[in-house]
């Protein structure tokens, strides 16, 4: 066992680890593997968004760098245009300075590109999405349409204000789902459609308030009722007023917490695996919200296969090691928003290149090392000696240090999963960003909204007033923020606990937190009970 550095608590490298870690030539880890996932955590901007010019163009955009960045950032046309070249700032490296503090010195200079989109079709408010039509602010998704305030939509169509689903439309408040159809707040379903404030149901039609259910239609609270009796109780809800949607979505949170029993992990077609919200994996331990994994550990949100500590890596990467928010890569180490590329280490922001080293910002490139270039014969004579010097520093294999991110630590999805107080995170060396005041200031036009959680201030998009329309919804009363917020809820945190199946007492490992007093049932007495 080692102590992690960091919280000093006690960490297990078992064989297999030890394996991977010498198979891609890295030290073993100085952090433990919750604290490895908030380093990378907090180099994650999802939405902390501001309204920007483009440095270069004067473009009006939204960018994830606030405009107190000591760097510039550019819009997608200039960032991937002909009008500058990122190895201008291109430097040798330094043996009497640490690698991390050189690149953050790079850091500082190099212009950025104002989102972590990429590929979209009228989707510039989007953050981190590749390959989506007509969205907006939807995070972290890939071949989305007509999705609005989404997180983690992969394939969907027509949704709005939903987190984690796949191949589902016409959508609103939903959690976890799979191929569903016209749903208002279901979490953790699939193949549904018109269920409204259910929790797991699966191949189900028209019920509400219902759980652990399979194959029915025409159910509330878990009751079958003929079609017309169904749709007067339905139509009794007063769905489209404010008052008879809270309720509702009161009445799930209940249904959540007290009535539904919750298998311990939420795994399907899988072999030998650890984690929760798997699908398709194999071989693969402490993984969360991943599918068609295979070999893989202390993962988050992708499909890949012989990858350890990476989170938001999509498209099939392989062979990575501490990666955060990545397309297709191949031999990636320590780096974080590069895409579409091969060996590359301790890199941010880099597209379509291999061989590089500590740069930033780098396009079509190769054998870079802080953005200067090299022949190929250099580049190889050379990275043996920085690697050496990082050993000694005891930096090689460490993931970039949070005092060293381009951000504050409360813009990050760190905050999210792994949040602090600002007391903490001063005292730890990480940067803390104030809440602009102007951002509360009173509403000054009709068609700004005050929320009534947190008083900010935010607008209806035409496009978000239709969909309420079709869906007979009313207008939401608090801001996109709380309303992920209120989402979130339903999101387990990504740690086991061991404790005993609420039904046999069996020794089981769960996310579910053993101070929320849930019904969690080993798999056995799940499958009796519900299926």
């Not at 007492?505 to 519900?530: D, G, M, N, W």
Request: glycine letters at 2%.
């Amino acid at each position: 066992m080692k102590a992690c550095h960091n919280c000093a608590q006690p960490f297990e490298i078992n064989s297999k680890d030890a394996e991977f870690y010498s198979k891609i030539q890295v030290p073993h880890p100085s952090l433990c593997p919750t604290c490895r996932y908030q380093r990378r955590l907090a180099v994650r901007n999802e939405s902390s968004l501001y309204a920007r010019k483009c440095d270069l163009c004067s473009k009006d955009v939204i960018a994830i760098y606030s405009s107190d960045k000591p760097f510039k950032q550019f819009c997608n046309d200039c960032f991937f245009g002909d009008k500058w070249d990122a190895k201008d700032y291109g430097r040798d490296f330094d043996f009497t300075k640490s690698f991390f503090e050189q690149f953050k010195d790079l850091q500082n200079s190099v212009p950025r590109l104002n989102t972590g989109s990429l590929n979209n079709v009228n989707s510039e408010y989007t953050n981190f999405s590749s390959d989506c039509k007509n969205c907006y602010m939807t995070i972290a998704s890939e071949k989305a349409e007509d999705c609005y305030y989404c997180k983690l939509a992969q394939a969907n169509k027509n949704c709005c204000d939903s987190d984690y689903l796949w191949d589902s439309e016409l959508c609103y408040d939903c959690v976890n789902i799979h191929n569903c159809y016209h749903c208002i707040g279901l979490v953790q379903s699939q193949n549904c459609s018109d269920c409204l404030f259910s929790y797991d149901l699966k191949s189900c039609q028209n019920c509400i308030f219902c759980y652990n259910l399979r194959n029915q239609e025409y159910s509330i609270f878990n009751k079958s009722y003929s079609k017309e009796d169904f749709e007067k109780a339905k139509k009794e809800l007063k769905l489209s007023t404010s008052e008879g949607y809270k309720k509702a979505f009161h009445n799930l949170r209940k249904i959540f917490l007290t009535d539904s029993i919750h298998k311990a992990a939420d795994i399907i077609s899988c072999e030998n695996v650890s984690g929760d919200n798997l699908s398709h994996c194999k071989n693969s331990k402490l993984c969360f919200d991943m599918q068609d994994t295979e070999e893989c550990a202390f993962c988050a949100e992708g499909d890949a296969k012989f990858c350890f500590d990476c989170n938001n890596i999509y498209y099939k990467p392989e062979l990575s090691y501490e990666v955060m928010s990545a397309l297709q890569m191949y031999n990636c180490k320590t780096s974080y928003y590069s895409h579409y590329s091969n060996n590359i280490s301790y890199c941010s922001a880099c597209y379509y290149s291999s061989d590089l080293f500590g740069c930033i910002s780098l396009k079509r490139e190769k054998f870079c090392i802080l953005n200067k270039q090299y022949s190929e014969e250099e580049y190889r004579k050379l990275i043996p000696r920085i690697i050496d010097h990082m050993k000694r520093t005891n930096e090689y294999g460490e993931f970039f240090p949070i005092k060293f991110s381009p951000f504050e630590y409360n813009e990050t999805i760190a905050m999210e999963w792994c949040p602090i107080t600002r007391e903490q995170a001063l005292e730890k060396g990480y940067r803390w960003r104030e809440k602009d005041i102007k951002e509360y200031a009173k509403p000054t036009s009709k068609d700004i909204l005050a929320c009534e959680f947190c008083g900010k201030n935010y607008r209806l998009v035409n496009q978000e007033i239709q969909f309420y329309k079709i869906m007979q919804l009313p207008h939401p009363t608090l801001c996109p923020g709380c309303r992920h917020n209120q989402r979130f809820f339903f999101k387990n945190p990504r740690k086991i606990w061991a404790q005993k199946c609420s039904n046999c007492s069996a020794q089981i490992e769960s996310t579910y937190p053993p101070e929320r007093h849930q019904k969690v049932f080993c798999e056995a007495c799940y499958l009796k009970t519900v299926i």
